[in-house]
């Protein structure tokens, strides 16, 4: 199985700041690697997709990097409605999620 | 546009299983694949498999084979996922979702349902 790592678990930042996430593949995923925000008792929504690429209808402050095995997914200018979890995914082989990184209020 | 609905909250004992449904309206049900996601409280996500409606071809996460079997019903726009021999860990939010291809190999869950809670308890 492909383990997906991320890190950090948590982290805590301020409104306008610039919040950076990685993630790590056990393996070479190409660039099959998707990000989700989730929030308390909701279900996961997608932001991007294949690495890169911006969900319809998500702001643009978010964005996604990477391929093979290092990813990277960040928020410009953090905005109030951005305190979440938010999680990767890799589609390579099956489906396996990071374990999640939480995003606090400062 | 499509909605995903699932069936309602389910309370198990230890040792039974459970059939949670997942309907499809608004879209075409046989396009794309539905995978289902569990997450118990407090935790992360975690694949239990999916299947291909089309072609009726399902695949499981290795943690789960043998326990889990995922069908689907493209007359009724239906996905189901029965979980067997129940444990109190399997309490959880179970999600069914769209698994979208995407033309350059990736696979991404856009539509994903509200969540059935699932109690295992004696």
């Known amino acids: 199985d492909i383990q997906m790592t991320q890190s950090p678990s948590s982290l805590s930042a301020s409104v306008g700041d610039r919040v950076t996430i990685t993630c790590r593949a056990s393996?070479?995923?190409?660039?099959?690697l998707n990000w989700y925000q989730q929030k308390p008792g909701n279900a996961p929504k997608l932001l991007i997709y294949a690495a890169s690429k911006l969900q319809s209808g998500v702001p643009a402050r978010f964005s996604g990097s990477g391929s093979g095995t290092d990813f990277t997914f960040s928020i410009s200018s953090l905005q109030p409605e951005d305190f979440a979890t938010y999680y990767c995914q890799q589609s390579y082989t099956g489906r396996t999620f990071g374990q999640g990184t939480k995003v606090e209020i400062k | 546009q499509l909605q995903l609905v699932q069936s309602g909250a389910e309370m198990r004992k230890p040792g039974s299983s459970v059939n949670v449904s997942c309907v499809a309206s608004g879209g075409t049900f046989s396009s794309y694949a539905i995978s289902w996601v569990r997450q118990a409280p407090g935790q992360g996500l975690e694949w239990l498999g999916g299947i291909n409606p089309t072609f009726g071809t399902a695949n499981y996460a290795q943690n789960f084979q043998g326990r889990v079997t995922i069908t689907a019903d493209n007359s009724t726009s239906t996905a189901y996922m029965e979980l067997s021999s129940l444990r109190s860990e399997d309490t959880a939010v179970y999600y069914c979702?769209?698994?979208?291809?995407?033309?350059?190999?990736?696979?991404?869950?856009?539509?994903w349902g509200k969540g059935t809670t699932v109690t295992v308890s004696s």
């Open positions: 979702a769209r698994d979208r291809p995407y033309y350059g190999g990736d696979y991404y869950m856009d539509v």
């Open positions: 393996q070479r995923i190409s660039t099959y």
